[in-house]
């Protein structure tokens, strides 16, 4: 977590752990789901997260490196969006849950 708190930008897979941490830390990044993950969970999490506007997919079957850099001129040449990113990744998150759960849990015993 503390090499994500020292990066202006990530790109990360789509696991729901890594999400999850840049999402709590606002960071904005570039998703690329692991083809082949069970069940497809990792495409269903990256474009889950990419409909807020906190992150861009981009599928392994895309990324060809001439559309990775695009992406990434596009990111840097514009910094508003990234920001619209770090705010929608904040927006995103949601780091009480456990606690959350947990509340609800014991309410009902």
Do not use: C
Request: proline residues 5%; without cysteine.
């Amino acid at each position: 977590r503390h090499a994500y708190a020292a990066t202006d930008f990530v790109i990360t897979r789509a696991g729901s752990a890594f999400i999850s941490e840049i999402a709590a830390l606002g960071k904005p990044s570039i998703v690329v789901p692991l083809s082949g993950s069970a069940q497809n969970h990792q495409i269903a999490n990256a474009y889950a997260y990419a409909n807020t506007k906190a992150a861009i997919v981009l599928e392994e079957a895309n990324l060809t490196p001439h559309f990775f850099l695009e992406k990434l001129r596009f990111l840097f040449a514009n910094p508003q969006e990234m920001q619209e990113m770090t705010t929608a990744a904040k927006e995103f998150a949601k780091p009480d849950a456990a606690r959350a759960v947990a509340t609800n849990i014991m309410k009902n015993l």
